[in-house]
């Protein structure tokens, strides 16, 4: 007897802010990849499926893309990272990323 079948890894690459393609509004979008791979007795063997989705946070709709495409937004991410590296917009009114500043809500 062979059992055999597939499997499903989903990974998340990357949080970005998008405007939304269901409800239009400009939400946090998480970029993901779904990787279908199929199984020997359980074991995974190799990828036959591979799927790119952003998904907006604040609806839900979920917008499948093609690979150049989520290469593309993957890309913008990373530059856009190295550039700031705690992931918050440049100058952010009330944000020290070094313990600088007050906090009111510190005793």
Known sequence: MIIFGTRGYLYQLAILTL??????????HTLR????????FFVPLFPFSTKF???CT????????PK??????????TAAQ????YGGPQ??????PNGQGQNPYQG
């Open 19 to 28: 405007v939304c393609g269901w409800c239009g509004n400009p939400a946090a």
């Open 33 to 40: 990849k779904r990787v279908t791979k199929f199984t020997l």
């Open 53 to 55: 989705a952003t998904q």
């Open 58 to 65: 604040f609806c839900g709709g979920e917008q499948q893309i």
């Open 68 to 77: 150049e495409q989520a290469d593309q937004l993957l890309v913008q991410h």
């Open 82 to 85: 190295q550039g700031n590296p």
């Open 91 to 96: 100058g952010q009114a009330g944000y020290a």
